[in-house]
């Protein structure tokens, strides 16, 4: 079966730290670039971070550059979100994504459940 599973979130105060993490089982992940992508009440899902599948490139939603670092570790299927300066708009359900194109121009993709990240006094 094909499963990312996200985990770490929960509750934190404002100005707190908070790791997400990703595994991958089923598939390949080495050969997929690798996102996070957030939602909150009302509000489309938006990205959050990404990474290619090497992880030589990274990339982030302005609203989360020098706060939120994306990460992986290819050798065991992982893919890590580090969360610092947390603020209350930060709350959201966290989701990972994992995405590829075939040499035919096949794309694959997969969802994880997500996680929920409350940022609260």
């Known amino acids: 079966q094909v499963q990312l599973v996200e985990s770490g979130g929960g509750l934190v105060q404002p100005g707190g730290s908070l790791r997400l993490s990703c595994a991958a089982s089923g598939f390949t992940s080495s050969t997929y670039a690798m996102s996070w992508y957030r939602q909150a009440p009302g509000r489309e899902r938006e990205l959050v971070a990404r990474?290619?599948?090497?992880?030589?490139?990274?990339n982030y939603a302005d609203s989360m550059k020098g706060r939120f670092t994306i990460s992986r570790d290819n050798a065991k299927n992982m893919v890590y979100l580090q969360m610092n300066s947390l603020k209350p708009d930060d709350t959201a359900v966290y989701y990972c994504?994992?995405?590829?194109?075939?040499?035919?121009?096949?794309?694959?993709?997969?969802w994880g459940q997500g996680t929920q990240v409350t940022v609260s006094s």
């Open positions: 990474i290619t599948s090497a992880g030589g490139l990274t």
């Open positions: 994504k994992a995405d590829t194109v075939s040499n035919r121009g096949l794309r694959t993709y997969y």
